[in-house]
């Protein structure tokens, strides 16, 4: 199958870092002064990149992609140096991606007698615990698994609790986006809904004010795989479910973006015009944006 990827031109990269907090799988880092792609497992290709580099230095290429592969990913980065194979592995290991982080420690002491730096200064590079670094979003973590806690607003004492019934607005099933058949009656003609996964558990008045009335598939655009598929479905739902209306839902996390850099995608390749409604929250459930886009 093929799939895209963001291609950089280091000769144009100025290392200004604009791109960075855009690229919302966390995928980019400066290093030595240029913007690296430090895995391409976590490049989906949409390409919300692109838009941010003043230099035009970022583009997308199609090519034949093979099944992930470790160990030539490795063969890339020994050659960029010490630093980058170091944001690689710290890349795999803040994602659990064990597998992969196992496959390219074993490359490295596999292959050391012709590698320029030497594995344990990797390993202990790798390991090392940076609190500062894991605060910044552009640190190699990604700011949506920051821990944070604050308290609800109005919240009662227990036993005393407020609780008031609320009807469910939900006009159908299923809402996953994989699992939906976007030729279903529901979502002929119909205002469409497409959330993130976390925002509904974040907006207070979820049923109410947003999926009243709409129809409504979710999906994570950090955690889900096959989203080319996802492309696809939602391209059906414009142009063969004639869906009137779109509204993306997100919270203000960077990952969460990539849901609207889909639907925005979709909305492009598709014969018919559709309105889309781009509708940001805060992780304490507020609104902090909402516009066509």
């Given amino acids: 199958m093929k799939r895209d990827i963001i291609k950089i031109d280091e000769d144009k990269c100025t290392g200004c870092g604009d791109c960075v907090p855009n690229c919302h799988e966390g995928a980019l880092q400066i290093i030595d002064g240029k913007v690296r792609l430090v895995s391409e497992l976590m490049c989906d290709g949409l390409g919300a990149c692109i838009g941010h580099c003043p230099e035009g230095a970022i583009t997308i290429e199609q090519r034949e992609a093979e099944p992930y592969d470790e160990l030539k990913v490795m ?6 140096g010490f630093n980058t194979v170091v944001a690689h592995l710290r890349h795999l290991k803040e994602h659990n991606e064990t597998f992969y982080l196992k496959q390219g420690m074993g490359y490295l ?4 007698s012709r590698l320029s730096f030497k594995v344990q200064d990797v390993k202990d590079a790798v390991h090392q615990i940076d609190n500062a670094a894991k605060a910044s979003s552009c640190g190699g973590g ?5 821990t944070v806690v604050f308290d609800p607003v109005g919240l009662r004492p227990m036993g005393q609790e407020q609780v008031v019934p609320a009807a469910s607005q939900l006009r159908q099933w299923p809402v996953q986006l994989h699992l939906i058949n976007p030729s279903a009656v529901y979502f ?3 205002d469409l809904l497409v959330a993130s996964d976390c925002s509904a558990f974040s907006l207070g008045d979820f049923h109410s004010n947003w999926l009243k009335n709409r129809s409504l ?6 955690l889900d795989q096959g989203k080319e598929i996802y492309l696809k479905k939602l391209m059906d739902l414009i142009d063969q479910s004639k869906v009137n209306t779109i509204t993306v839902l997100i919270m203000e996390v960077p990952c969460c973006g990539g849901l609207l850099q889909l639907v925005q995608m979709a909305a492009q390749r598709s014969a018919r015009k559709v309105p889309v409604k781009a509708v940001t929250v805060s992780i304490k459930g507020e609104i ?3 516009q066509w886009v």
């Fill in 288 to 290: 902090l944006d909402e």
């Fill in 142 to 146: 990604c700011p949506g698994s920051q």
């Fill in 109 to 112: 002491i596999e292959n050391e």
């Fill in 217 to 222: 598939v979710i999906a994570c655009p950090k």
């Fill in 75 to 80: 063969e890339i980065m020994v050659g960029k």
């Fill in 188 to 190: 002929q003609g119909s």
